[in-house]
């Protein structure tokens, strides 16, 4: 059973920083893309960052370009999204998806995991 469960939310103020990160088990394909979302009240699930199997390629939302970073440790499992200068537009609940294959998506619907999602809020 693929499980993928993110952590490090909170509440923070603007320009502050966080780390968020997303623990995967149960994934047995050889490759899969790693990406973060997010979902602000009464709006939709839109597109954050993605990063390839190997790490090579990544891919932001133009809000959060030079502000976030994608990376993943594929010996722990696990993938992260660095957060910098926090706005208070970055609320809302991130969570991490994953997709097989050799891609780097952007559309919620190619992705075939989903975690239960981390809450961020910026506020002053």
């Known amino acids: 059973q693929v499980q993928l469960v993110e952590s490090g939310g909170g509440s923070v103020l603007p320009g502050d920083s966080l780390r968020l990160s997303c623990g995967a088990s149960?994934?047995?394909?050889?490759?899969?893309?790693m990406a973060w979302f997010r979902q602000a009240p009464g709006k939709e699930k839109e597109f954050v960052a993605v990063?390839?199997?190997?790490?090579?390629?990544?891919y932001y939302e133009d809000s959060v370009e030079g502000r976030f970073t994608i990376s993943r440790d594929n010996a722990k499992n696990t993938a992260y999204l660095q957060m910098k200068n926090l706005k208070l537009e970055d609320t809302g609940v991130y969570f991490c998806?994953?997709?097989?294959?050799?891609?780097?998506?952007?559309?919620?619907?190619?992705?075939?995991?989903w975690g239960q999602g981390t809450q961020v809020t910026v506020s002053s």
């Open positions: 998806a994953a997709y097989l294959g050799v891609g780097i998506p952007h559309i919620p619907g190619d992705y075939h995991y």
């Open positions: 149960g994934l047995t394909a050889s490759s899969y893309a």
């Open positions: 990063i390839n199997w190997r790490g090579a390629l990544t």
